[in-house]
């Protein structure tokens, strides 16, 4: 019986010296993911609840309650201007839902730029900055973008066309990182593939009457602006001797002054007598 006793009681310490050994490394493990924890928080920031898409969204599609959600975002790699409560998503209810402006992939954060007011159609009006007007310039394949152009771009435009009598084209640039608020797109073939007809952008009053004023009398073209460019360009203007390198002729100008003269009969002969133009 004393050697039963015995042996329950050296099993009972090997048990429980396991049970501390095991919790030992439990809780060492626990420490070291609790600092692994700490040191990406440090790396990290704070990190804050914002309102992204669930599901991609295009231009004029209606965004609703059902199509975001709140997720946890670093508060130091936040984009500007995103909603971070319902009273700022819905300002208007839950039920009043905003209508998308610029494309929105999916969980992209939802941004005040790309949506419009609740309630508000995705019209021209709400992407126009107080001053500005809408222009829609028509584009072909000879206008230089094609389907590469999307609202939100910026372009160059230059204009071709004759500048005086003797017909010779010049190209020059007339605006330049001019903001593109529509792209009007017609789908053709089996394919559905889009080719652009129409490209509309923000411009000035002064700016939309040198662009009807060049629409008019020659040909536009578009030239994609790169992402976060702020370049400014001199005046460009390019002819084609400029591209061919030939040199024009100088055209000599010969005046030849008009002489008015009458005929007389002197001792038989007939003399040319010079006398003033009546016209």
């Given amino acids: 019986m004393r050697g039963m006793f015995g042996l329950v009681l050296v099993a009972g310490i090997g048990l429980a010296g396991s049970a501390v050994y095991l919790a030992k490394g439990y809780i060492g493990q626990t420490q070291s993911q609790l600092e692994q924890e700490r040191e990406l928080r440090a790396k990290v920031g704070p990190v804050v609840q914002v309102y992204v898409a669930t599901v991609t969204k295009d231009y004029g599609e209606q965004l609703t309650k059902d199509d975001v959600q709140l997720v946890y975002w670093p508060k130091n790699s936040l984009p500007e201007g995103v909603f971070m409560t319902e009273e700022e998503m819905f300002s208007k209810g839950v039920g009043v839902a905003r209508a998308v402006l610029r494309p929105i992939e999916?969980?992209?954060?939802?941004?005040?730029?790309?949506?419009?007011?609740?309630?508000?159609?995705?019209?021209?009006?709400?992407?126009?900055?107080?001053?500005?007007?809408?222009?829609a310039i028509k584009i072909d394949e000879k206008t230089g973008v094609q389907t590469n152009v999307r609202p939100g771009d910026h372009v160059d435009i230059y204009w071709t066309g004759a500048v005086d009598g003797s017909g010779t084209e010049l190209t020059r640039l007339i605006e330049s990182s001019t903001k593109v608020i529509v792209v009007d797109q017609e789908n053709q073939g089996s394919e559905q593939s889009s080719r652009a007809r129409t490209v509309t952008v923000a411009a000035s009053p002064q700016?939309?009457?040198?662009?009807?004023?060049?629409?008019?009398?020659?040909?536009?073209?578009?030239?994609?602006?790169?992402?976060?460019?702020?370049?400014?360009?001199?005046?460009?203007?390019?002819?084609?001797?400029?591209?061919?390198?030939?040199?024009?002729?100088?055209?000599?100008?010969?005046?030849?002054?008009?002489?008015?003269?009458?005929?007389?009969?002197?001792?038989?002969?007939?003399?040319?007598?010079?006398?003033?133009?009546?016209?």
């Fill in 106 to 135: 999916k969980f992209e954060p939802i941004m005040q730029v790309k949506v419009t007011e609740p309630g508000e159609p995705a019209g021209l009006t709400g992407q126009l900055a107080r001053g500005m007007r809408a222009f």
């Fill in 207 to 279: 700016q939309v009457a040198r662009l009807a004023q060049a629409q008019a009398t020659g040909r536009l073209a578009l030239s994609l602006v790169g992402i976060g460019d702020d370049t400014t360009s001199d005046i460009i203007e390019v002819r084609l001797p400029d591209i061919t390198g030939q040199v024009m002729e100088e055209q000599t100008v010969v005046i030849t002054e008009k002489v008015c003269t009458i005929t007389q009969n002197k001792g038989g002969e007939r003399i040319e007598v010079p006398i003033p133009c009546t016209n």
